[in-house]
Structure formats: structure tokens, C-alpha cells
């Protein structure tokens, strides 16, 4: 059997396991653990802290071995990362399933993140309410998996990352469950590139979500989300001219919104009212926005960042509003030519970036009002002081 490669944080490698007195070396990262190991090798560590596991796939002819590993009994062990890597084997992809079985940890772990498993199901582990006090998961490219976990049956469960699941298609894999699906202490939510996931659950209790590379349909379902948000990213919506009705509506905590790769969006949103909270603002490669009018009522705004922004004629003099800024940047805006004469209200601007930006030429005499700008930059452009 080819060997796999196996970190973990707070063991040494395995013919350097202990020092001498007799204690893991906290300092021995996974880079430094051998490369090519018997992963039933691992029986007999004493592994503490976080497990990473690469090369899965090289675990072919035995999935014995995996099991004697004998990760449920090592209970120092709060972090576990198996990774396989691609492969076309169908042989190695239909062992996948009896290895992750095989993986079982102990029923203490805290964090767990699968990379490019090939199986068709998760282990059973995950599905069950085995791992009740598991706090954070991701699932990172597990192509053929129809199903998540029963994520109702992770009553610790604070943060989920959901990434190239292809196949997915539900939250709620119970198909007794009547009404709509409630994670109810879940934080932080993370979708990218998971086109069947088209309906959220219910969050009561979510402070971070960040919906990337998926259908528009999810977007109607986050109008539903009420506080407490805080953060609140969009990105790769890539036929979204313009936002669901609500989906900012009653965001009153949020306090930052990032908005990338929606090619053609044209405005980001009328309901500027709810977003008095408002601190950060990202708008990123979405030029087929031609105005920023909705930046006028963002009073609470700290740091606004534009870029791509190609369709982007002029900044609105309405910004002279935004009193609370204090950092700005533009960048590769083509058709920006100059700052709005509203900028010289902004006494509590610190930082100034203009990237990029061709045909910005005119550097206004009105900076000296800035008294607390730090720091200016200007970078590929032709400037003149005026």
C-alpha cells in the first residue's frame, strides 16, 4: 500500500514522537511530519490537537487498515482533516466510502473539514447524532455526495461550509420534516459553487453568510433572514441584474456587505434605509454599475472599496454625507475621471487609494481640507494638481 501523508499539530513525526521527557513537542507542525506512513501506523500515537490526513486515495488495498488507525479512542484529537485528491479509479472511489468509515473519530471533535472525498454517502458518523459536539464543518468538493449530514442532529454546530457539492441538493435530508428546516444556533454560513442548494433553512441565530457561485433562487430564500446578520457577502451571481425585493431589508445589524462578480447588476440595492448599521462596504467586478446613489444614506459607513467597476461614470455628491468614513479605495474604474467635490466634507477620511483608473487626471486642491487623511496613493494614473 502507498503511503499517505499525515499531520498533526502537537505530535512530532513518527520516529521522533516524544522528547525527552516523554511530552509532544508543541511546536512540530504538519510539514514536518513524515510524508509516506501505514496509516494503521497511527494506532499507537498519542495524537493530540488537529489531524490531517492527504493522499486518501493511496489507501486502496486495505481498508482494514484504516480502521486501525483507531481514531474513536484518541480523545486529545479536536480537529480532523482527511483529504483525498482527484482520481478517475472507480476501484479507489468505491473504497472511499469504507475508508471514511473507517475514519470514525472520537465523539469529543470540535472541527471537522472533508477535502475531495469520492464517496457517494458520508460516513455514518456524520450522519447520525454521533458527533454532537462538533462546533465546525466543511465539506470541500465532495463531488457525488446526494446528501449533508443530518445537520439537526449537530446540536453544537456554530459554522458550515458547504463547496463544490455538486450533487446536493437539500439542507434537510428527512423527508418527514414538515415546514421550514431551523438551524437554530448555527453563526456562520458559508455556499459556494453548490448549484442545487437553492433553499436556506431558517437562522435564527446567524451572524455570517456568504452565498458565492450559486443559483439566484437562494437569494429569495436569504430575503427571509432577518437579525441578527452581520456579515453578508454576494458574489458570482452572474446573470443578477438587480437584487430580490428584501433581501436587505430589516438588516439593521449588518455591519459588512461585500458584492463581487455580479457581471451584470446594475444596482445593488433601494432599500439603503435598513442598512443604518452599515460599516463596511466591497463592491467588486460587477461593471454594469453605472451609479452609487445608495451610498448617500450609509451615515455609519467606515470603508467603502470599489473596483471593476467599469460602467461607473461619476461618484454621487451625496457622499458628503458619509461623516463616519474613514477609508477609501478605487480601482480599476476606466471611466472615473475625478473625485466628487463632496470628498472635501469628509474631515474624518485617513486613507485615500486610487488604482488604476486611466482617466483620472485632475488631483483637486480641496485635499488640504482632509485634516486627517495618513495615507494617499495614486497608482498608473496621470495626475495634475489643480
Not at 39 to 68: C, F, H, T, Y
Not at 199 to 211: A, K, M, R, T, V
Not at 283 to 309: F, Q, V
Request: glycine share 4%; charged share 25%.
Amino acid at each position: 500500500m502507498q503511503g499517505c501523508a499525515v499531520g498533526s499539530k502537537g505530535s512530532r513525526k513518527l520516529t521522533e514522537l516524544q522528547d525527552k521527557e516523554g511530552e509532544p513537542d508543541p511546536l512540530m507542525d504538519s510539514r514536518r511530519i513524515c510524508s509516506t506512513m501505514n496509516i494503521a501506523e497511527l494506532q499507537n500515537l498519542d495524537l493530540r490537537g488537529e489531524l490531517k490526513m492527504k493522499n486518501l486515495e493511496n489507501v486502496r488495498s486495505n481498508v482494514g487498515s484504516a480502521k486501525d488507525a483507531n481514531l474513536k479512542d484518541k480523545r486529545h484529537i479536536q480537529s480532523l482533516n482527511p483529504i483525498w485528491n482527484d482520481c478517475d479509479d472507480v476501484t479507489i472511489r468505491e473504497n472511499a466510502d469504507g475508508i471514511a468509515e473507517c475514519l470514525q473519530p472520537n465523539s469529543k471533535l470540535k472541527k471537522l473539514a472533508i477535502e475531495n472525498y469520492m464517496g457517494s454517502k458520508l460516513p455514518s458518523w456524520l450522519i447520525n447524532s454521533y458527533l454532537a459536539n462538533l462546533v465546525e464543518l466543511s465539506l470541500f468538493r465532495c463531488h457525488r455526495c446526494v446528501q449533508l449530514p443530518s445537520l439537526e442532529k449537530l446540536p453544537s454546530l456554530q459554522t458550515l461550509a458547504i463547496d463544490e457539492m455538486n450533487a446536493t441538493m437539500y439542507f434537510c435530508n428527512d423527508s418527514e420534516q414538515k415546514g421550514r428546516f431551523i438551524l437554530p444556533y448555527l453563526k456562520k454560513l458559508k455556499v459556494d459553487d453548490t448549484p442545487g442548494l437553492i433553499n436556506l433553512p431558517d437562522l435564527p441565530s446567524i451572524e455570517s453568510l456568504e452565498l458565492e457561485f450559486c443559483k439566484e433562487e437562494i437569494l429569495i430564500s436569504a430575503t427571509k433572514i432577518t437579525p441578527p446578520l452581520k456579515n453578508f457577502v454576494i458574489s458570482g451571481f452572474v446573470k443578477l441584474t438587480s437584487f430580490p425585493q428584501g433581501l436587505l431589508r430589516n438588516k439593521t445589524h449588518l455591519l459588512s456587505l461585500e458584492i463581487s462578480n455580479c457581471h451584470k447588476l446594475e444596482s445593488f440595492s433601494h432599500e439603503r434605509k435598513s442598512l443604518s448599521s452599515l460599516q463596511s462596504l466591497c463592491i467588486t467586478n460587477c461593471p454594469e454599475i453605472k451609479s452609487l446613489s445608495e451610498l448617500e444614506g450609509l451615515k455609519s459607513l467606515m470603508s467603502l472599496g470599489i473596483d471593476r467597476c467599469d460602467c461607473l461614470l461619476s461618484l454621487p455628491e451625496g457622499l458628503k454625507a458619509l461623516k463616519s468614513l474613514e477609508h477609501w479605495s478605487i480601482s480599476n474604474c476606466e471611466n472615473i475621471a475625478a473625485l466628487p467635490a463632496a470628498m472635501q466634507h469628509l474631515t474624518g477620511l485617513h486613507t485615500l487609494h486610487v488604482w488604476s483608473c486611466p482617466n483620472f487626471v485632475t488631483l483637486p486642491g480641496w485635499l488640504g481640507n482632509l485634516v486627517e487623511l495618513r495615507e494617499m496613493e495614486f497608482g498608473i494614473a496621470r495626475i495634475y494638481t489643480v
